[in-house]
């Protein structure tokens, strides 16, 4: 249409011209003299980094309102920074115009400059305000939380305090660095405290030279050696732990007098077991001859006494590795285990379909010997604040089951019950034991919803059954199925070698006997998947620590980004009565469904899971981050579980990839496609590579399991990368078919670097990979595809695809979705990823080489082949009729989702503007579509910020493709426009 009225309007204009000439029978002395061409203008464009305006004399510049504007040819502008509250003027550059007072420039052409605005160095004490959450009453509870810290806030660990809100009154509490930024200066700090939950409190941290902090009342004490037994004194409760790995005594010091006395004593042996499906013999960390305990950290306000080995036969046989976490606070006297058995064996072939599970239990738990005066009271927790108690006599248990029903290809969720003491749906997980002084409870997490599960009492034996052997039968194959009915394994199972599972667990002691309420109240605090202590949005996301974030809008608007994300796709598939976008059972919770079924075996429609992949979790932290809203961290947080256990093979694996001969180490990933049968598979496909929120969790938690997966996965890519990505270069090397099989692995890498600052990390598996990109994308090779010219799409060679002439790209061997060509062009989104990934990449790359630990990647090659890529993606890949980005270049029909390159789009459309002001493209003509990135990301952000809940929903639970990735995109997009 526009075409149309442009020609419309020539054709008048030209009719016009032939009928004035016509009546005036030609030129004469008499006829004025044609009137003086106008004078040409030009167009002055602002950047800015920081936060500040820019305006200019005359009008016209008004930044970050307008930021740009047309003057005509000669025009003497005048541009003026005014900066934001807590930010300076650095200075100018571009147009001529340097140092921090007014710019004075004349308009003689296109002209970019650009306004730095840096935030002000403020000495003395700082202060972040945390809110601690309300929720049900517990008391002395250990509390953690990651406090971000922008780069070179602070350097000494000893300069934070915490306070109460109003600063009256120091709050005793402990801090340590999980991260440091390239600069040395801490990136987070560990903050770890004890206190009491249930009502909202404020506090803040105190930061800065000047900042000192008191000792705290009394140390956490560690005594033995790790070769015989650990003891560790909290204060409120002792224990010991011997050189297996168990706790064999435990106190709780009832009367307050300072002394763990013979009466206050509540257990005298405790062991971890498995009960073996193929011999039905018991293993036990007892039995181990290959345990180690270490003292992993000790204090002085936190304990943590890590303990591995091999679960062990009374004959010596070792079944599979057990890893056990005992968590003690000063102050405190609840004891927290995390306790995960892991398959490290090597899988000597890695087969498509294992015939036999490489590892199938038919019970799993830890039990303790109770010391009682008599007979002890028992009460299990029932659901709706029911107990279900008496005396001890004989034995008592508390059985919790379900069942995923999965009946012809449809989901038709679970059923939940529970037995023995008491019955009901779902059981809170809990039990305990009262005799005398001694007060001890039990605590499962997430008991009900990881069924089975079972809690039992025989005599003075206390034993939470993580996998119950009264849970169904023990196979050790996967049941044959027939009819319409899928149905799964009912031992505790792994399917190839490289399995674990994790449960969580506290032993919360007591003075006294507590009131069924009160047990109910602590167990609903302990349950909660949630960050407890919080800083505020402004605060994390202006800290840097978790990218270039901004706040985000309110959840529960009626309109906007968030509140879409979160009311149309959050509560729809999590909020009811069973979420399917967070499934249940000991292998499914945290994963989400994929709709329909993968295959049919014998008829019987086979479901298969997500696996968390693209990005995933990260991407539910960032909007808790954004938001605030704590639903987006619960989600997170199931979901980085389970990855951590399901979805990464935790034992060597040899038999698919080519390496050398040599067995890749654990770390590889089950994401072999969206369609990952029972979570395992038999390779990674790159493309879906990822570490769900491993990273993040990491950062807001302190984690310690999340980093060993992390560390893992690091590695695993450390290992193969050498093989994966050879250079120098050869286009004969590797069957390429889309941009996402690079991207992933890069952000894999990307993460690791950022959660733990490793500039060798950076440097040599990163930073090999970007060079690898580099070497490819300079190698001219033919383009297969589309021709915008004509529109068409065919086998022609429509040239070749050359970095030296501004032609570059990452040429596919055979693209992805190539509809039937032999296409080796782009597909958008997959290109997206790659790009972003490159810029997160560039980003680490600036903040190392200022602490002089750069990658030695060249900055200007890589400025180079992001624009040159954008340039190709946007010519080859964006329908500008239609106004979206296709799914390939061949594959055209429909939109492939903007949801990963408008990232791209918007960061490059600064950074050439700024490149451009500076100086420093030397081919500013060969990016041609680069007046187009603004206009794109624009209207993407428009949209996205005006997006009407309920318009569009999602019921199905996330898969990626629904969020920004990465967030930082409205960040951008926001200092670009200024809204």
Known sequence: MKTLLRQGLWLAAASAAVFILACSGGASAGTP????????????????????????????????TTCSATFASGTAVTLTAEPAAGYSFRGWSGGGCTGTAACNTTVAATTSIQADFVPVAVAGTQYIPLSLAEGPAAAS????????????????????????????????AWFDALARWPDGSIKVALLQLVTDLGAARSYRVAYGAGVVRASLPRNIIIGGSPSTELTVDTGLAKFTVSNKGVITRLWRDTSGNGAFEA???????????????????????????????????????????????????????????????????QGS?????????????AEANVESTPTSFAIAARALGMRWHYLSEGAADYRFGGEGGAEYGAKVSGEHSLLQKGQFRFEDGNDLGHTFSYSGVGTGSRAPGWVALDSGNRHLAVMVRDFWQQFPGELSINGNTLTASLFPARGGSAETTQPVLSG???????????????????????????????????????????QRHRLELTATPEWYVSSGVFGDLDVGTPTGATRGYDASLMQDIYVRSIEQTDGNATMFGWRDYGDRLRAGWAYDLNGVHVPSFYNDTHVGANNFYKQFLRSGDPRWFQLADISTRH??????????????????????????????NHENVDHQVRNLHWGHAHVSGLSDNYLLTGDKRSLDVLTEIANWWKFVSPYFFKRPFKATDLYREAERDFSWPLYVMNEYVRATGDAAYHRDVAGSLVSYLMEWFRTPLNHVGYDPATGAISNTVLGVNDASQGKGYWTMTKMDNNGGYNATGTNPWMAGALIANLIKFREADLQFAAAGQASGVSPPALIDMLLQGTNYVVKYGYDSSKKYFVYSEVTRGYSGGDNHIIYALAYLDRLHAQELAAGRLPHPEWYDTRSTWGTIATRRYDELRNMTVGANTQSYGFYGYEIVYPADFFKVMKDTLGR
């Open 484 to 526: 319409v009915t899928y149905r799964r394994a009912e031992s505790l199972y792994f399917a190839r070698p490289g399995g674990a599972k994790t449960w969580q667990l506290r032993l919360a002691l007591s003075h006294s006997k507590g009131t069924t309420s009160a047990l109910h109240s602590l167990n609903d605090s302990y």
């Open 263 to 329: 009466a206050e004593q509540l257990v005298d042996a405790g062991e971890l077991f498995m009960v073996n499906a193929y011999d039905n013999l018991e293993y036990t960390a007892s039995a181990a001859t290959d345990a180690v305990v270490t003292v992993e950290e000790s204090g002085p306000l936190r304990a943590v006494i890590k303990a591995q080995g091999s679960l062990t036969n009374a004959s010596g046989a070792k079944l599979l590795k057990y890893l056990v976490r005992y968590y003690a606070h």
């Open 141 to 172: 509870v250990p509390v953690r939380t990651g406090i971000p810290l922008p780069k070179g806030a602070l350097s000494n660990i000893s300069a934070l305090r915490l306070e109460t809100g109003d600063g009256g009154q120091e709050v005793p």
């Open 643 to 672: 990855f951590m256990d399901f979805d990464v093979s935790h034992g060597p694996r040899a038999g698919y990839w080519s390496t050398g001969g040599k067995p890749q180490p654990a770390g590889e990933v089950h994401a072999i």
């Open 333 to 345: 006297d609840k004891v927290d285990l995390e306790v995960s058995v892991i398959d490290d064996r």
């Open 33 to 64: 003299p044609e009137p003086a061409p106008p004078s040409p203008s030009f167009q002055l464009t602002l950047t800015r980094t920081g936060d500040g305006t820019v305006t200019s004399s005359p009008a016209g510049v008004a930044c970050g």
